[in-house]
């Protein structure tokens, strides 16, 4: 398998512009999470997934962000409009269930730069 | 909630033991981890402990774990220049429908 893929790797957008990252899990995966990863704050959780429903979007900032998986294969994470502390490296990981010990799978990121 | 704590930063001289720690307060962590983040990476698990045991050896890496303490670590022996990364240090809670909470991350830098 490929791994968890995600594009685009990097993104330099300007403030108050639309930004929609994404995200293939693992074939075969049955939750997938969207991580935010800054200096300050370090590695949060933004929102997961388990078959496609949301689980917990307790972490997602404010009503800018929205994410969505519409079917298995394809998640995506929409910053809408964006602002420059947005700027950070945005990870997608994907787990099976009732596979101890429940490792995460982590795609290679997207570094957002909003200017 | 749950929280995981660990310091920032770690330097070593190459042929050295590293010991980076780790806090937790979830007492119902079923699984602690330690992820490995390289530069323009993402996070890959490098070890696991699962909380009944005390102690688990891999290679070069030695996973401590006190539950009474909450308090976790892992032991690089003969630390290397390829060990130079961000650690995490996170764990599972028997409720958390897969949900994992990470630490900050510790940046172990090793000398040459």
């Known amino acids: 398998d490929a791994g968890v893929i995600q594009s685009p790797r990097h993104e330099v957008t300007e403030m108050g512009q639309e930004v929609t990252l994404r995200c293939k899990p693992i074939s075969g995966h049955d939750y997938l999470f969207w991580y935010r990863q800054t200096m300050m704050r370090g590695l949060e959780l933004l929102i997961y997934?388990?078959?496609?429903?949301?689980?917990?979007d307790s972490g997602m900032p404010e009503d800018r962000f929205s994410a969505k998986m519409p079917n298995a294969s394809f998640s995506t994470l929409k910053i809408q409009p964006s602002e420059p502390r947005d700027s950070a490296v945005y990870f997608c990981a994907s787990t099976p269930a009732g596979q101890p010990p429940n490792e995460q799978y982590f795609g290679p990121g997207t570094r957002l730069t909003v200017t | 909630g749950e929280d995981v704590e660990q310091s920032l930063f770690l330097s070593v001289r190459e042929g050295d033991s590293s010991v980076i720690n780790c806090t937790y307060t979830?007492?119902?962590?079923?699984?602690l981890y330690w992820y490995k983040q390289e530069p323009g990476a993402g996070l890959q698990l490098l070890t696991y402990i699962f909380s009944n045991m005390d102690m688990k050896q891999d290679q070069r890496l030695t996973v401590l774990l006190n539950k009474k303490d909450k308090h976790l670590s892992l032991r690089i022996a003969d630390t290397q220049t390829g060990d130079s990364a961000i650690y995490f240090c996170?764990?599972?809670?028997?409720?958390?429908?897969?949900?994992?909470?990470f630490g900050i991350g510790t940046k172990l830098q090793v000398i040459p």
């Open positions: 996170a764990e599972i809670s028997s409720g958390g429908y897969q949900k994992v909470t």
């Open positions: 979830d007492s119902s962590s079923t699984y």
């Open positions: 997934f388990n078959n496609n429903v949301p689980i917990d």
